[in-house]
């Protein structure tokens, strides 16, 4: 089961929930599984972006998530 | 991907190409365009840094012959939706009210109308006869003033987070980040040390102003030509606000006389499209340097507070920060990455960040090199060098025993891969600039950087011609030398002479899509798609040569920029270069082109270390810098003259801002300081000869181990220069800039004290 952890900022979405375990191949899966436990929470994480296993990515539907996978969901970065 | 490993034209050092043209003057830059029948528009500005706009009569001002027409707020369509990506970007619908204003001027300086006319002196003529009559409302001008109770409202119906409950307010947004137990982690300190700090307003200075020309065709698509730092972004905000489909758009991107993230967002380009749709000719749009310093976005001024815990060992028990940004008058100052950067040297247990995205009656924050991250690691780095201080320790001793390493939970989530912290730190301990002790009676400071860096979606084509030259396109504007990395990983990577290499910058319909050069992101995600793309080129031209010679193409190998047999094949075979493969395309297939598009992901985090001497005339207040060293990791070096530019100029940049920058305003939000004369950037007669170290721990998510180079090195040189003034005084002084008047101040504070 791959570890997802949510900021501060997502914590309203997930009723206070900071970390759960989920079944999934890819990150697209990752929301998913996400977003069935909190119906449109996916909105939000779509705008974020996440560290998969320390790194980082910004849409990045398709990464692969293993079963040990740690996923963090953060704040996107451009910069300038 | 990547290891440290010897290359033939990657590390060296070419005369840059856009150069010659640059210091010749040949090179075009965004107000250089002219089209025949071409007419010039001029922007109305709010006199007030807050107002409701009771009425626009604009009849006396289209009276004057030659003005051709003018527009307000009500040109526009209302209810424009999407978001503009990046932290500092808010809505399309934010951004359309900050190009003109509809209801309310929210900071002096806010667009209420634009003209068309003739010339640019016309035009400049008739906004004195366009009337406004305004009701002019109290402006809040600091965050501490408009975080309290009932501070004036810069929209009444913002709501804390974006939402509809609660009462109005200034405050935005929140952040928040925490981990462990802080309390627990400070009862267990041996030494605490809190500061609070301020950080001013300042603005990224860049030489050339904000300019576009705009046409329409008879079809009503529209053609944009400005400077910019991503022209696809450019296209889409500019549909987004027009209301238009960005398939009607079309903008060429000129040379940029520098952006520093100010020019990742428009001001112009809907003006100058709306006057040529309604005037039927091409319309041209110049920025004054007033204009700029008072309508285009500065970066946030902070009120930060910073308190950290440690053993007498130095070990860092618990950290927690406190960090209030000015956001102008639209929600998004940089405030989440300063949270996020606040603590990232450094390997904490237990730690406490909240930030807030405040509203001012100032212009809207646009991204300024490493946003956020120069306010929050002052703030960081300027309470580390107390806690060195206290502990009497080295302040690299005490940052090498609490540093980030591979390994490491960053504060902002992710566990960190190869970074460069350490050996930066390693690298500062041991230099000559350090070791040698400080002359009597001046004062050294030392700190650390950081910046995250950044991917996103990047495309390049590259082409053979028949001779075998290679021409690189690409969609990202060069502000840093990307041109010239370019050429060297494509030469690299194809194993040719870096001479045969041209690189050019199309426009939105000639290139693939590109996102803005910001985030110190071309030289990793551009890069990685033209390496891509020649290796495309590669693979075609084994293609070819296994035609020419009757064999498979898994039985051809490329070598120093030639096919050649693999090992083992037998066929007696004279190796095919680039420019024999090239000479014969039209024989074997046709042209040859390679290409790219890509989402990069994996750049690498970007840290530095740098310290200087400086010395404090105590009569006067200036300050002068002796020596700076900026010592950072690049993963690799690519241009190394150009990774040491950007080293030095974001140490400058620094330094001004630290020493001198601000934007001052008088009591109703008027900035007093609006033109370099006033706005003291430092000169090169105030700086000296900046040392650099470049640190390469390459990359592993890139095939050269390419990190951003272009922002970190502007984080740290705020907190050198405070902890460098603070030792040559014996005292700290908190808030930037230390300007003379400032220093003089606190030194006269101090005595009385």
Known sequence: MARVVFPEHLLQHTGGTREIEVHASNYRGVVRAVDKQWPGIEQVLIKSAVAIDGQIYQDAWLEPIREDSEIFFMQRIEGG | ?753
């Open chain 2, 1 to 753: 991907m990547a290891e440290a490993r010897d290359y033939r034209a990657i590390g060296t050092r070419p005369v840059r190409p856009d150069g010659v043209d640059k210091v010749t003057g040949r090179a075009n830059f965004g107000a250089d365009m002219t089209l025949p029948n071409m007419i010039h528009g001029k922007v109305l500005r709010s006199p007030h840094a807050h107002a409701r706009i009771k009425s626009i009569d604009a009849s006396r001002a289209l009276r004057l012959p030659g003005v051709y027409a003018v527009i307000s707020g009500a040109d526009f369509p209302s209810g424009a939706e999407g978001e503009i990506s990046g932290e500092g970007g808010g809505t399309v619908s934010d951004l359309a009210k900050n190009i003109m204003a509809r209801d309310k001027a929210l900071y002096h300086g806010h667009a209420v109308a634009a003209v068309a006319a003739k010339t640019a002196f016309l035009a400049e003529s008739a906004l004195e006869l366009i009337d406004v009559d305004y009701e002019v409302l109290p402006p809040v001008l600091d965050v501490d003033t408009a975080m309290a109770d009932g501070a004036p409202l810069v929209d009444e119906h913002q709501r804390t987070g974006g939402g509809q409950g609660d009462a109005p307010s200034n405050i935005a947004a929140i952040t928040k980040f925490e981990r462990g137990d802080p309390e627990a982690g400070f009862a267990a300190a041996d030494v605490v040390v809190e500061g609070a700090y301020r950080v001013p307003t300042a603005h990224q200075g860049y030489i050339e102003p904000h300019a576009c020309t705009a046409t329409l065709d008879e079809e009503g698509r529209a053609t944009v030509w400005c400077c910019t730092q991503g022209h696809f972004d450019v296209r889409s905000m500019t549909a987004g606000v027009l209301g238009k489909s960005v398939g009607e758009i079309k903008v060429v991107p000129s040379e940029i006389g520098g952006g520093f993230g100010g020019k990742t967002v428009i001001y112009l380009e809907p003006l100058a499209v709306k006057l040529s749709e309604l005037t039927g000719r091409p319309v041209k749009m110049v920025m004054s340097r007033e204009e700029v310093f008072r309508a285009t976005g500065p970066t946030s001024a902070s009120h930060c507070r910073v308190k950290v815990g440690a053993k007498r060992d130095g070990t860092i028990t618990a950290a927690t920060a406190w960090l209030a940004y000015e956001a102008g008058a639209f929600p998004g100052a940089p405030v989440g990455p300063g949270c996020m950067s606040v603590f990232a040297p450094y390997d904490l247990d237990n730690f406490r960040i909240e930030g807030f995205d405040v509203l001012v009656n100032k212009p809207k924050a646009a991204a300024y090199r490493a946003p956020g991250a120069p306010q929050s690691l002052h703030a960081m780095e300027s309470t580390i060098d107390e806690l060195a201080r206290k502990l009497g320790m080295d302040p690299i001793d005490l940052r090498l025993a609490n540093c980030a390493d591979e390994g490491t939970h960053a504060p902002y989530g992710p566990t960190f891969p190869a970074i460069g912290i350490k050996k930066c730190l390693e690298a500062a301990k041991v230099h000559p600039n350090y070791t040698t002790p400080k002359a009597d009676g001046t004062g050294r400071g030392i700190a650390a950087g950081f910046w995250f860096n950044i991917g996103m979606q990047s495309s390049a084509e590259v082409r053979l011609s028949e001779d075998g030259t290679v021409t690189v396109m690409e969609g990202s504007p060069d502000i840093g030398g990307s041109r010239a990395s370019m050429c060297l990983m494509a030469a690299e990577t194809l194993g040719v002479p870096y001479n045969i290499v041209r690189a050019h910058v199309g426009d939105t319909e000639s290139t693939g899509f590109c996102n803005v050069t910001g985030g110190s992101r071309t030289t990793f995600a551009t890069g990685l798609a033209v390496v891509q793309a020649c290796e495309d080129i590669i693979a075609e031209c084994k293609q070819r040569a296994a035609m020419t010679w009757d064999i498979d193409a898994d039985q051809v190998d490329w070598t120093d920029g030639e096919a050649v047999p693999k090992p083992g094949v037998n066929i007696d075979v004279a190796p095919l270069s680039l420019a024999d493969i090239a000479g014969n395309a039209g024989r074997t297939g046709g042209p040859i082109l390679g290409r790219a598009s890509l989402n990069a992901q994996g750049a690498g985090a970007s840290f530095s270390v740098n310290f200087a001497d400086v010395t404090v005339d105590r009569e006067t207040g200036k300050v002068d810098v002796l020596n700076f060293t900026a010592i950072q990791d690049a993963g690799t070096a690519i241009h190394p003259a150009y990774v040491e530019g950007q080293m030095q100029g974001g140490a400058v940049q620094g330094l001004g801002w630290a020493l001198n920058e601000e934007y001052i305003y008088d009591d109703n939000g008027v900035m007093e300081n609006a033109g370099f004369l006033d706005y003291r950037v430092p000169v090169a007669s105030d700086m000296p000869m900046i040392d650099t170290q470049i640190i390469e721990v390459p990359n592993p998510s890139h095939p050269y181990g390419v990190r951003g180079v272009g922002e970190t090195p502007i984080v740290a040189p705020l907190a050198v220069a405070s902890n460098a003034v603070s030792d040559a005084l014996g005292f700290r002084i908190s808030d930037l800039p230390l300007s003379p008047p400032s220093v003089l101040a606190a030194i006269d504070g101090h005595d009385e004290a």
